[in-house]
Each structure stands twice: as C-alpha cells, then as structure tokens.
C-alpha cells in the first residue's frame, strides 16, 4: 500500500489544475504572478515545518500509506507535496471568491 498517500494527494492536485483551468482562476490568468505565489507559499511552509522540526514540535511517524521517502529528518515526499497542495488550494480559493464577490458586486 506503498504510495497511496502521495497518489491521492497527485489526484486531487490533478483536480485543482481543471478546476483552475476550467474557470480561469490562477494559472491561466496570471501565470508568472501564480507560480510566485505558490512557490513562494511552499518555501514558507518548509521552513515553518523545518523549525517545528527543529523544535521537535513535528515528529515523522511511520506509515503504510506512504512512501517512506524523507527529504530530511522528519521530513516525508509526501509532505512537499501536500505543502504545494494546500497553497495551489489556497490560491484557487482565494481566486474563486474575489470573482464571485466581484460578480456579486456588478449585479447590484
């Protein structure tokens, strides 16, 4: 059952990238601003991860579900690709509501 975790989460990032590209939210409306954001949302949470690490806040447990892969101590694949999971997620939601406050807004 190696990898289903890092296969589920490449899923729902799969899912993330139509549902950008199905209503223009980050991606194709600003794409060098886009992958900034999101690279600079991971980077962020690598280093948050990598002092709660470091603090010992963060512990890696052992899991059949994941790959077993660490990047460094504590630290799992899986964990970068969820980090770029969740800010992907953060800016599509994000983008999503200013177009529905915005419509709102033109229909009043």
């Known amino acids: 059952m190696n990898g289903v975790y890092a296969v589920s989460l490449m899923i729902s990032a799969a899912c993330l990238v ?3 590209i199905r209503f223009d939210l980050v991606f194709r409306r600003k794409p060098l601003a886009a992958g900034l ?3 600079i949302g991971i980077v962020f949470f690598v280093v948050w991860d990598a002092v709660g690490i ?3 806040v963060f512990h890696h447990i052992d899991s059949r579900w994941a790959t077993g892969v660490l990047l460094a101590p504590a630290f799992p694949l ?3 690709m969820f980090l ?3 800010s992907y997620l953060t800016l599509i ?3 999503g509501w200013r177009r529905w406050r915005d419509s709102r807004e033109t229909t009043r």
Do not use: N, P, Q
């Open 93 to 95: 939601l994000l983008s």
């Open 54 to 56: 470091s603090l010992g």
């Open 37 to 39: 954001a999101l690279a």
């Open 84 to 86: 770029g999971f969740l």
């Open 78 to 80: 899986e964990e970068i």
């Open 18 to 20: 139509l549902l950008d």
